[in-house]
């Protein structure tokens, strides 16, 4: 019905009642129906006209504040019940007395049916001593009071909210309540978490290069150093020098020109480990160890060294290439470091989670204790650490191996250390 009908319909009523009234009155006063003389005729109708004017002026009134009062509703609408954050009244004991559509939405409940719910039932259980004490203090006080917190959709699903508390007074009862306001800052508390990981690994990184700096200048000045001496002693005194001494010092240019080559190259293969998004495949791990031995054939040989490997692997995930480089350099740690003359034993297992774990084991001297938890350490120069006597090697396997979704680690056994990479397995075994 619009607004002109029902106001029609409330002027018939009125008159109604009016008429009724009036016929009552005159029942019980016979002596008002005397007929007036014209002049008392006059002065009443002027009465009536004054009077009848006075009520449209007074309706006139009520209907402009009725306009008013729907306009000042429809903003209450707006700015409460269409808000962008949760509005809450919690009672003394923790009840809701009353939400708004946005509170009612971020707990996931309908509008007619939250009243009188404690709100705890919306906050993680793990949370609930703060609230408690958050609104123990806001009613103890009556000064706002404000926290964070993880609460509960209806569904199950978490997220953070901050709660902004002021007390006031009911206006029907007069008893202190508690007027709450509740913003989700999921988002927030997400880029947070983002930054502070952006700022440990940037902070990690730093170190890194730091150590990096130092590593590089350490492992690359020798070989220079050494590099340069026998081409300065070359320069000098070539027409002297015997044929044997003459190769020896073309010798020791050439082999220390390698090992400043190797480091090169593993320093571009760690920058490429931390950049590069490979895929896994099927490793081929007979292939693999191959053509780790293949790369290190010169030491092996020189070195009489006896390896012992398995006819049969378990099958793994991996990216073959870098794969290769960490068979190369447990192979190259384990010679170097290894027994006299060194004897190497290769074997996998199946881990209970479903991963494959390659090892080495040497015959050597193993690491003593006070040198163990610096090893994988990233740049970190030990006499035992390094495919080459310096300090990546390791860092190599453990960047190589996280990176494929793996870990390293080993086993001192006294005599000699077991070196192990975990990949994940595939279903098979590679012959």
Same mark, same amino acid.
């Given at each position: 019905?619009?607004?002109?009908?029902?106001?029609?319909?409330?002027?018939?009523?009125?008159?109604r009642?009016?008429? !009724?009234?009036?016929?009552?009155?005159?029942?019980?006063?016979?002596?008002?129906?005397?007929?007036?003389?014209?002049?008392?005729?006059?002065?009443?109708?002027h009465?009536?006209?004054?009077?009848?004017?006075?009520?449209?002026?007074?309706?006139?009134?009520?209907?402009?504040?009725?306009?008013?009062?729907?306009?000042?509703?429809?903003?209450?609408?707006?700015?409460?019940?269409?808000?962008?954050?949760?509005?809450?009244? #919690?009672?003394?004991?923790?009840? #809701?007395?009353?939400?708004?559509?946005? %509170? %009612?939405?971020?707990?996931?409940?309908?509008?007619?049916?939250?009243?009188?719910?404690?709100?705890t039932?919306?906050?993680?259980?793990?949370?609930?001593?703060?609230?408690?004490?958050?609104?123990?203090?806001?009613?103890?006080?009556?000064?706002?009071?404000?926290?964070?917190?993880?609460?509960?959709?209806?569904?199950?699903?978490?997220?953070?909210?901050?709660?902004?508390?002021?007390?006031?007074r009911?206006?029907?009862?007069? %008893?202190l309540?508690?007027?709450?306001?509740?913003s989700?800052?999921?988002?927030?508390?997400?880029?947070?978490?983002?930054?502070?990981?952006?700022?440990?690994?940037?902070?990690? !990184?730093?170190?890194?290069?730091?150590?990096?700096?130092?590593?590089v200048?350490?492992?690359?000045?020798?070989?220079?150093?050494?590099?340069?001496?026998?081409?300065?002693?070359?320069?000098?005194?070539?027409?002297?020098?015997?044929?044997?001494?003459? !190769?020896?010092?073309?010798?020791?240019?050439?082999?220390?020109?390698?090992?400043?080559?190797?480091?090169?190259?593993?320093?571009?293969?760690l920058?490429?480990?931390?950049?590069?998004?490979?895929?896994?495949?099927?490793?081929?791990?007979?292939?693999?160890?191959?053509? %780790?031995?293949?790369?290190?054939?010169?030491?092996?040989?020189?070195s009489?060294?006896?390896?012992?490997?398995?006819?049969?692997?378990?099958?793994?995930?991996?990216?073959?290439?870098?794969?290769?480089?960490?068979?190369?350099?447990?192979?190259?740690?384990?010679?170097?470091?290894?027994?006299?003359?060194?004897?190497?034993?290769?074997?996998?297992?199946?881990?209970?989670?479903?991963?494959?774990?390659?090892?080495?084991?040497d015959?050597?001297?193993?690491?003593?204790?006070?040198?163990q938890?610096?090893?994988?350490?990233?740049?970190?120069?030990?006499?035992?650490?390094?495919?080459?006597?310096?300090?990546?090697?390791?860092?190599?396997?453990?960047?190589?191996?996280?990176?494929?979704?793996?870990?390293?680690?080993?086993?001192?056994?006294?005599?000699?250390?077991?070196?192990?990479?975990?990949?994940?397995?595939?279903?098979?075994?590679?012959?």
């Amino acid at each position: 019905m619009t607004g002109k009908a029902e106001r029609l319909v409330d002027a018939a009523e009125l008159r109604r009642q009016a008429e !009724r009234v009036v016929r009552e009155e005159t029942a019980r006063s016979p002596d008002d129906g005397a007929v007036l003389s014209p002049d008392q005729a006059r002065k009443t109708l002027h009465e009536l006209r004054v009077h009848q004017v006075q009520l449209e002026m007074q309706n006139q009134e009520l209907r402009r504040a009725r306009l008013e009062l729907e306009a000042s509703h429809a903003r209450y609408f707006d700015l409460y019940d269409l808000a962008p954050v949760g509005y809450v009244t #919690i009672s003394e004991a923790g009840l #809701i007395l009353e939400a708004n559509l946005r %509170a %009612a939405s971020l707990l996931g409940t309908p509008r007619g049916s939250i009243g009188q719910t404690p709100l705890t039932r919306f906050i993680l259980s793990e949370d609930q001593d703060l609230y408690y004490l958050h609104r123990r203090r806001l009613f103890e006080t009556t000064e706002p009071q404000a926290c964070e917190l993880r609460m509960v959709h209806q569904d199950g699903t978490q997220f953070w909210a901050h709660l902004s508390a002021t007390a006031a007074r009911d206006e029907e009862t007069g %008893a202190l309540v508690c007027r709450l306001v509740v913003s989700d800052i999921t988002e927030r508390k997400r880029a947070d978490q983002a930054l502070r990981q952006q700022t440990i690994e940037l902070q990690s !990184r730093n170190l890194e290069l730091n150590a990096f700096a130092h590593t590089v200048a350490h492992d690359l000045k020798a070989p220079l150093t050494v590099t340069a001496g026998s081409a300065e002693l070359l320069n000098l005194n070539f027409a002297t020098l015997s044929e044997e001494s003459r !190769r020896a010092s073309l010798a020791s240019i050439l082999r220390n020109s390698r090992r400043m080559a190797s480091i090169i190259d593993e320093l571009l293969l760690l920058s490429e480990v931390r950049r590069a998004d490979v895929a896994l495949h099927r490793l081929d791990t007979p292939a693999l160890v191959a053509e %780790a031995r293949e790369r290190l054939a010169d030491l092996i040989a020189s070195s009489g060294t006896e390896i012992v490997a398995p006819s049969q692997w378990p099958a793994a995930l991996g990216y073959g290439p870098w794969v290769a480089q960490v068979w190369t350099n447990y192979l190259s740690n384990a010679i170097r470091h290894g027994g006299r003359p060194p004897r190497v034993e290769l074997g996998a297992d199946t881990e209970t989670d479903g991963r494959v774990r390659f090892w080495v084991r040497d015959n050597g001297d193993g690491v003593s204790p006070e040198r163990q938890d610096l090893l994988f350490t990233p740049f970190t120069h030990l006499e035992h650490v390094g495919a080459h006597g310096h300090g990546l090697g390791l860092s190599i396997v453990r960047r190589i191996t996280e990176k494929l979704g793996g870990r390293c680690g080993f086993e001192s056994l006294g005599r000699g250390s077991v070196f192990h990479f975990s990949l994940p397995g595939a279903e098979g075994v590679r012959g």
